[in-house]
């Protein structure tokens, strides 16, 4: 595991001389699982049981893992939950655990299974990735022994973490990450530090995290521009919001916001809009899947840039707020209206025309819009918004957006709920935005829920233009900004789920004991 603490300067070092006789490409897997879950119950389930359930998923991400391998895949990334699901307490997630070492032991626990107890889950991953040559990643739960008198120690001795293990092409473990960033999972604990995790293979260095983590800038943001990763590993349990949150809109757009391929597989769930995955380059998806129709699986190929930081065939860094800082803003429409996209309150301005120039601004903000259309849908309406401020019910993450969106209804009070259908086309578009953050990415979603690889670009002075033509038809177009330092404490930073359960407990019974001494 490489730490914070390593010197930039020898990580530079070190991934020049990696380099050195290294491939340019290589054949990259993901695969969508459709996740077999357990039965719901309330008591934690035999540690058996608990097996025959993983071992029953663990057969299907074999054949996808040999299938892979068959057609030259070098590494495959399976999804977060993919062995036994997500809906678990403390207690009932407990028997799918197993003690997950640190890879510095130089393990293949599919040659020495018992070396670190009952590891029968990591020695059949290990196994898989030797018997078929390939890198595997996938994600299960970690239990990690404490000293029950360490105040932050949980009731069962037991520290519980959501994982990420990766085994090389001889079964090795080379890496382990543990989610810093929970969503909705009282079954884990948070470790006390983001973990920054890479490893190097003779096809580029990589680095690891799982799905919420990719809203933060530790540990994403961090691998890239501090370690220097060319692909990132993301398995997830993504559920779908729209307008701006589907996996593949943001998934591809994050890859090119930070000029870096990602590597994407989710669970398959259509029942909690869980679906999308795809692997994605800086200059646009190579691959992606959205099923919303079946509960069937999916294994997606495609050949990457081992170093796209370095090839000339993808773009240079952005200055997102050159252009719409040095123009006069386009005419503010007097009708601006407020309306919601997941509680965030965003300033709404319609697009009356088939074709013309808007701003919209809301506080330091300002989004500015040329547009023209084909033929405009009297049945559909456009607006352009602005948002910048604390996101949600949380009001954790500081975001600010630019969007091009289509209304649910002709009704301008549906603007900003979901919609996944469109009929009018854009002949052109130009959108900027006075963002105050360097992280901004570039979204493009078509109807039926559509990527639009090779049709838009996003030029140096910050502006998401269309190119070759018109777009299919448009759901929206959105810079997604997210600016970091501005983004509020996050309560469970350093601390564990239990760790606070028990402060808070303790503090309680401190305030009672006072009561008590009081009224003596």
């Given at each position: 595991?490489?730490?914070?603490?390593?010197?930039?300067?020898?990580?530079?070092?070190?991934?020049?001389?990696?380099?050195?006789?290294?491939?340019?490409?290589?054949?990259?897997?993901?695969?969508?699982?459709?996740?077999?879950?357990?039965?719901?119950?309330?008591?934690?389930?035999?540690?058996?049981?608990?097996?025959?359930?993983?071992?029953?998923?663990?057969?299907?991400?074999?054949?996808?893992?040999?299938?892979?391998?068959?057609?030259?895949?070098?590494?495959?990334?399976?999804?977060?939950?993919?062995?036994?699901?997500?809906?678990?307490?403390?207690?009932?997630?407990?028997?799918?655990?197993?003690?997950?070492?640190?890879?510095?032991?130089?393990?293949?626990?599919?040659?020495?299974?018992?070396?670190?107890?009952?590891?029968?889950?990591?020695?059949?991953?290990s196994c898989l990735a030797k018997n078929n040559s390939i890198y595997v990643l996938a994600n299960l739960g970690d239990k990690k022994p404490c000293n029950s008198r360490d105040s932050t120690c949980p009731p069962n001795g037991y520290f519980q973490y959501n994982t990420n293990v990766v085994y090389n092409t001889e079964g090795k473990l080379v890496a382990r990450y543990h989610k810093y960033h929970l969503y909705?999972?009282?079954?884990?604990?948070?470790?006390?530090?983001?973990?920054?995790?890479?490893?190097?293979?003779?096809?580029?260095?990589?680095?690891?995290?799982?799905?919420?983590?990719i809203f933060f800038y530790d540990p994403g943001v961090t691998l890239v521009k501090d370690f220097h990763v060319d692909t990132i590993l993301f398995p997830t349990a993504w559920m779908n919001v729209l307008p701006l949150l589907t996996a593949i809109e943001f998934h591809s757009a994050w890859a090119m916001g930070m000029r870096v391929n990602l590597l994407v597989a989710n669970a398959h769930h259509v029942s909690?809009?869980?679906?999308?995955?795809?692997?994605?380059?800086?200059?646009?998806?190579?691959?992606?899947?959205?099923?919303?129709?079946?509960?069937?699986?999916?294994?997606?190929?495609?050949?990457?840039?081992?170093?796209?930081?370095?090839?000339?065939?993808?773009?240079?860094?952005?200055?997102?707020?050159?252009?719409?800082?040095?123009?006069?803003?386009?005419?503010?429409?007097?009708?601006?209206?407020?309306?919601?996209?997941?509680?965030?309150?965003?300033?709404?301005?319609?697009?009356?025309?088939?074709?013309?120039?808007?701003?919209?601004?809301?506080?330091?903000?300002?989004?500015?819009?040329?547009?023209?259309?084909?033929?405009?849908?009297?049945?559909?309406?456009?607006?352009?918004?602005?948002?910048?401020?604390?996101?949600?019910?949380?009001?954790?993450?500081?975001?600010?957006?630019?969007?091009?969106?289509?209304?649910?209804?002709?009704?301008?009070?549906?603007?900003?709920?979901?919609?996944?259908?469109?009929?009018?086309?854009?002949?052109?578009?130009?959108?900027?935005?006075?963002?105050?953050?360097?992280?901004?990415?570039?979204?493009?979603?078509?109807?039926?829920?559509?990527?639009?690889?090779?049709?838009?670009?996003?030029?140096?002075?910050?502006?998401?233009?269309?190119?070759?033509?018109?777009?299919?038809?448009?759901?929206?177009?959105?810079?997604?900004?997210?600016?970091?330092?501005?983004?509020?404490?996050?309560?469970?930073?350093?601390?564990?789920?239990?760790?606070?359960?028990?402060?808070?407990?303790?503090?309680?019974?401190?305030?009672?004991?006072?009561?008590?001494?009081?009224?003596?």
């Amino acid at each position: 595991m490489v730490t914070s603490s390593f010197p930039t300067s020898v990580a530079v070092f070190a991934l020049i001389t990696l380099q050195v006789g290294t491939q340019d490409s290589f054949i990259a897997a993901v695969y969508e699982h459709a996740v077999i879950l357990p039965n719901k119950t309330e008591t934690p389930v035999s540690q058996e049981d608990a097996l025959n359930l993983m071992n029953k998923n663990i057969d299907i991400l074999e054949r996808a893992i040999k299938q892979a391998a068959e057609q030259g895949a070098r590494i495959i990334v399976t999804p977060e939950d993919a062995l036994y699901g997500w809906k678990f307490t403390r207690e009932t997630v407990f028997p799918y655990l197993e003690d997950i070492p640190d890879p510095q032991v130089n393990w293949i626990p599919c040659q020495d299974p018992h070396r670190f107890g009952h590891t029968p889950v990591q020695a059949r991953l290990s196994c898989l990735a030797k018997n078929n040559s390939i890198y595997v990643l996938a994600n299960l739960g970690d239990k990690k022994p404490c000293n029950s008198r360490d105040s932050t120690c949980p009731p069962n001795g037991y520290f519980q973490y959501n994982t990420n293990v990766v085994y090389n092409t001889e079964g090795k473990l080379v890496a382990r990450y543990h989610k810093y960033h929970l969503y909705s999972e009282p079954q884990f604990d948070v470790p006390e530090k983001p973990e920054l995790v890479t490893f190097n293979t003779t096809f580029g260095r990589f680095g690891i995290f799982t799905c919420f983590d990719i809203f933060f800038y530790d540990p994403g943001v961090t691998l890239v521009k501090d370690f220097h990763v060319d692909t990132i590993l993301f398995p997830t349990a993504w559920m779908n919001v729209l307008p701006l949150l589907t996996a593949i809109e943001f998934h591809s757009a994050w890859a090119m916001g930070m000029r870096v391929n990602l590597l994407v597989a989710n669970a398959h769930h259509v029942s909690l809009n869980m679906t999308g995955s795809g692997i994605y380059a800086p200059n646009g998806p190579k691959v992606y899947h959205y099923d919303m129709k079946t509960e069937l699986g999916k294994i997606l190929l495609s050949e990457v840039d081992s170093h796209p930081l370095s090839s000339l065939a993808y773009p240079t860094a952005v200055n997102w707020n050159a252009y719409a800082t040095t123009i006069k803003p386009f005419p503010v429409q007097k009708n601006t209206f407020i309306g919601f996209i997941s509680r965030d309150g965003f300033n709404f301005t319609e697009l009356f025309e088939n074709a013309g120039n808007l701003t919209v601004c809301q506080k330091e903000l300002c989004c500015h819009l040329s547009y023209r259309m084909l033929q405009k849908e009297e049945n559909e309406v456009y607006v352009l918004g602005a948002f910048t401020g604390l996101h949600g019910r949380r009001r954790r993450e500081y975001w600010q957006v630019c969007t091009m969106l289509k209304c649910r209804t002709t009704n301008l009070t549906t603007c900003g709920r979901p919609v996944e259908t469109a009929s009018t086309r854009f002949e052109m578009f130009s959108l900027s935005g006075t963002f105050g953050t360097e992280y901004v990415f570039p979204e493009v979603l078509l109807t039926e829920i559509h990527l639009s690889p090779g049709k838009f670009e996003v030029l140096k002075d910050g502006r998401l233009v269309n190119k070759n033509g018109s777009s299919g038809p448009i759901l929206t177009v959105s810079l997604f900004g997210r600016w970091y330092t501005k983004d509020s404490f996050y309560s469970s930073c350093g601390t564990s789920n239990s760790a606070i359960t028990y402060l808070l407990i303790f503090i309680l019974l401190m305030i009672i004991a006072l009561q008590n001494i009081v009224m003596v």
